[in-house]
C-alpha cells in the first residue's frame, strides 16, 4: 500500500505579515517532530519565467498587466509535477504565497474581474490549508518602510487586503485567519496547531483541484 500522502499548506497575507518568517519557522517545527516539510514560495524567481517575474517586481522591466499576470500563474503550473511528486512522497509542503496572491494583486488593477483572474490557476493542486496572515497597515508600518518593489504602496495594499477579503467567503477553500500581530512565537504556536490538523486530515484525503 502506498504511504500517506504530504499536506500542502499555503500562508498568504499583505507585505509585512510574517509569511516568509512562519514558513520556514513552521518547516523547521515538522521537521523536528519527525514529519518531512520543505518551503517553497511563488513567485519561484530562480526558472526561466520567474527571472521575468523577478525583472518585472524590481521594476526592470516592464510588462502588460494580463502578460505578467499569466506569466505568475504559469509559474506555479511549472512546479506542478514536482509539488505533485513530493506530497506522493509523503513530504508536507508549506508554500509562501500561491494563486490567492496571484488573483488578489492583479484584480487589485483596474478593469480586472475576480473570476478572469482565477481561470489561469483553476486545476491547481488545492491547498489543504491556506492560513491568511491577518495584519493591519498600522501596525505593518511599525515593521519598517515598504521596500523598492512594485506593489509595495500603501494605497495598492489595501486594495489588495479587499481582494483577499473576497477571496476569503469561498467556502470550498480551508481558509483559517491568523491574528499575525501577535509576536512571532505566538504566530508560530497558532500556525502550527492549524497545520498538524490538516497534516492529519490530509492523509486520509486525495489531493483536491483548486476551484474546479
Ligand atoms: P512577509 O514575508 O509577510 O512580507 P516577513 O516574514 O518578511 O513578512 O516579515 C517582515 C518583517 O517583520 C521582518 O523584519 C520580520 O522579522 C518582522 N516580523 C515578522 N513577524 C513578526 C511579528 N509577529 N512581530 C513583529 N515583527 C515581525
Ligand atoms: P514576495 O516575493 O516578497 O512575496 O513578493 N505576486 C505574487 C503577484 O502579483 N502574483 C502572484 O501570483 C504572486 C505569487 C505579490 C512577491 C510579489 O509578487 C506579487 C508580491
Ligand atoms: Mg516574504
Known amino acids: 500500500m502506498a504511504g ?6 499555503v500562508l498568504e497575507g499583505v507585505d509585512r505579515a510574517g509569511k516568509t518568517t512562519q514558513c520556514s519557522k513552521l518547516v523547521q517545527a515538522l521537521q523536528q517532530s519527525g514529519r518531512p516539510a520543505e518551503m517553497m514560495r511563488f513567485p519561484d524567481r530562480t526558472t526561466t519565467i520567474g527571472q521575468l517575474i523577478g525583472a518585472y517586481l524590481e521594476n526592470k522591466s516592464d510588462l502588460e498587466d494580463h502578460t505578467v499576470h499569466l506569466l505568475f500563474s504559469a509559474n506555479r503550473w511549472e512546479m506542478v509535477p514536482l509539488m505533485k511528486k ?3 512522497q509523503g513530504i508536507n509542503l508549506v508554500v509562501d504565497r500561491y494563486a490567492f496572491s496571484g488573483v488578489a494583486f492583479t484584480s487589485a488593477k483596474p478593469g480586472f474581474r475576480l473570476d478572469w483572474c482565477m481561470q489561469p490557476d483553476v486545476g491547481l493542486p488545492k491547498p ?3 492560513m491568511f496572515l491577518q495584519l493591519n497597515p498600522a501596525e505593518a508600518a511599525l515593521r519598517g518602510q515598504f ?5 509595495e504602496t500603501s494605497v495598492f495594499q489595501r486594495t489588495v487586503q479587499q481582494r483577499f477579503e473576497q477571496l476569503m467567503k469561498d ?5 483559517q485567519v491568523i491574528d499575525a500581530a501577535q509576536n512571532i512565537e505566538n504566530v508560530h504556536k497558532d500556525i502550527t496547531a492549524h497545520s498538524l490538523n490538516a497534516i492529519n486530515k490530509a492523509q ?5 483541484e483548486l476551484w474546479s
Open 4 to 9: 500517506k500522502r504530504g499536506a500542502l499548506i
Open 86 to 88: 513530493k506530497l506522493e
Open 128 to 130: 489543504d490549508l491556506v
Open 147 to 151: 521596500g523598492q518593489e512594485r506593489y
Open 171 to 175: 467556502q470550498t477553500v480551508n481558509w
Open 204 to 208: 486520509n484525503l486525495p489531493l483536491g
